[in-house]
């Protein structure tokens, strides 16, 4: 066969592969960076919301329980954001003036809910579920951290598939008494280890079928 490339054009296309080979390594390793990094999955960011709303005061302060305002989260999907009436029940008559709470004032006024912007979302392909997590003893603080730590909310984890499988896996040490999910700073019992198993029975958990596609994506 004639040599229709010189040695030199070799070496060059040999280059030049490795290069793509090498740039297209180095595109994929940055973007699986950037996908895994807070600035994408949003974690720690705090999110501009209408009313400087303060889970620190409403709750590390004042103690409201988390079912006052997010009254779905034991019996549907969706948690849900309280509606601007909640807010008036006390703030009707505390803080009247405060121009913090005009927007709040303007909601009641014109029958328009406050656009809470969302903190914490998954896409609409896959199916989550608040109550069935609640009630099987998994807590709001360890999927949306210690909220009444913070001013303003922010997402405490990733919320990718692989976070959800890390658990979904071996839920066991993630489990605490079913009565205790809404306890914000909990410390668990020093027999906790006997108690998660026993719970794995008792809430009748198979974690043999929880990493089935169809459990999330249905
Ligand atoms: C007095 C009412 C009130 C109480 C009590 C309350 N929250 Fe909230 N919560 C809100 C409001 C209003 C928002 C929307 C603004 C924001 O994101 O901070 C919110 C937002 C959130 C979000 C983020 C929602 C999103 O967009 O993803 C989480 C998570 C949350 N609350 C958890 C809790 C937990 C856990 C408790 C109990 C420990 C609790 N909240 C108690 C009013 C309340
Ligand atoms: C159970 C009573 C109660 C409910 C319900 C309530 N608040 Fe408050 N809120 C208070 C009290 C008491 C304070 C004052 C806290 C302080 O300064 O010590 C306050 C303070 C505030 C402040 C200003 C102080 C700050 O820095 O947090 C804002 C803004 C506010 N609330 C928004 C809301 C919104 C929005 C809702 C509805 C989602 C709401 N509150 C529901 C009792 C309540
Ligand atoms: C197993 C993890 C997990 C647990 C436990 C959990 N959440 Fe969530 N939460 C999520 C995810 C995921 C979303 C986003 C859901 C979506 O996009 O549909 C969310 C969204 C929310 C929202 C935004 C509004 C909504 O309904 O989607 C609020 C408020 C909230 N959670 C409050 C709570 C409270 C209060 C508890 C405890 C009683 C709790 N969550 C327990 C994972 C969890
Ligand atoms: C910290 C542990 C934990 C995390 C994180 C978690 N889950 Fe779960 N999940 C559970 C447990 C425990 C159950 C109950 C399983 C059972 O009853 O067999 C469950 C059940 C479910 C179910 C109901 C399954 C059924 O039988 O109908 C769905 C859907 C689900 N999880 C989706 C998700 C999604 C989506 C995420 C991530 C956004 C997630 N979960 C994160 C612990 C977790
Ligand atoms: C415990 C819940 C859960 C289970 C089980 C699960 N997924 Fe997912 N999956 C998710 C979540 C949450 C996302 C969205 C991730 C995001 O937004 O970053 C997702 C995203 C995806 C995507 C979109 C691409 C991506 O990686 O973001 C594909 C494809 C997918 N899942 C396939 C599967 C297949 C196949 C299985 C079974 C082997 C499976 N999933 C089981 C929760 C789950």
């Not at 198993?197 to 809430?203: E, R, Y």
């Amino acid at each position: 066969m004639p040599q229709i490339f010189s040695s030199n054009a070799n070496g060059i296309a040999r280059f030049v592969l490795w290069g793509a080979l090498f740039a297209g390594m180095l595109i994929a390793l940055g973007g699986t960076a950037l996908l895994r990094s807070n600035f994408l999955t949003g974690v720690g960011e705090a999110v501009a919301q209408p009313v400087p709303f303060s889970h620190k005061h409403h709750v590390g302060q004042l103690g409201i329980d988390c079912r006052y305002c997010h009254d779905g989260v034991e019996t549907s999907s969706a948690a849900g954001l309280p509606a601007t009436e909640v807010c008036m029940t006390c703030h009707s008559q505390l803080f009247t003036d405060a121009a913090m709470l005009a927007p709040v004032r303007a909601s009641l006024a014109s029958g328009k809910p406050l656009e809470w912007r969302r903190v914490n979302s998954v896409p609409d392909f896959v199916f989550f579920n608040h109550s069935i997590h609640v009630a099987k003893g998994v807590a709001c603080e360890t999927c949306h951290g210690e909220v009444d730590d913070v001013p303003l909310t922010t997402r405490a984890e990733p919320l990718s598939m692989e976070w959800c499988l890390g658990c979904h896996r071996d839920p066991e040490p993630n489990l605490r008494p079913p009565q205790d999910v809404f306890l914000m700073h909990w410390k668990p019992p020093e027999d906790i280890g006997q108690i998660r198993k026993s719970l794995i029975s008792v809430l009748d958990i198979h974690p043999e079928t929880m990493t089935d596609c169809y459990v999330c994506h249905r």
